[in-house]
């Protein structure tokens, strides 16, 4: 399996986007499914967004609307941008690849 590296979070205030990255560094893996997944203190670990080996895109409902996934196969990179960002989306979050391929995470914390 590839290792992930999440990048890109930080503190940004509500309304604002960022745009996170996950990069395998020991093999290429954008042509997989590749899921976003969020985790909040005292919260269960939340799907947020995937895209399939043939592209396609899918999005939990708190999310659609406001967060894109996108890929880069020439860089083996998936990119999370995430836009009108709210309080309820600070999370740590994470990169996955089936079954149990899992990114470190990158803490993401949206002020009120």
């Known amino acids: 399996q590839a290792q992930l590296v999440e990048s890109g979070g930080g503190l940004v205030p509500a309304g604002g986007s960022l745009r996170l990255s996950c990069v395998a560094s020991g093999s290429p893996f954008t042509l997989r499914l590749t899921d976003w997944y969020r985790q909040a203190p005292g919260k269960q670990r939340e799907w947020v967004a995937g895209?399939?080996?043939?592209?396609?895109?899918i999005y939990a409902r708190s999310v659609e609307g406001r967060f894109s996934i996108s890929r880069d196969n020439a860089n083996n990179t998936i990119y999370l941008q995430m836009n009108s960002l709210k309080v309820e989306d600070t999370a740590v979050y994470y990169c996955h690849q089936p079954p149990a391929n899992w990114g470190q995470g990158t803490q993401v914390t949206v002020s009120s």
């Open positions: 895209i399939s080996s043939g592209g396609s895109t």
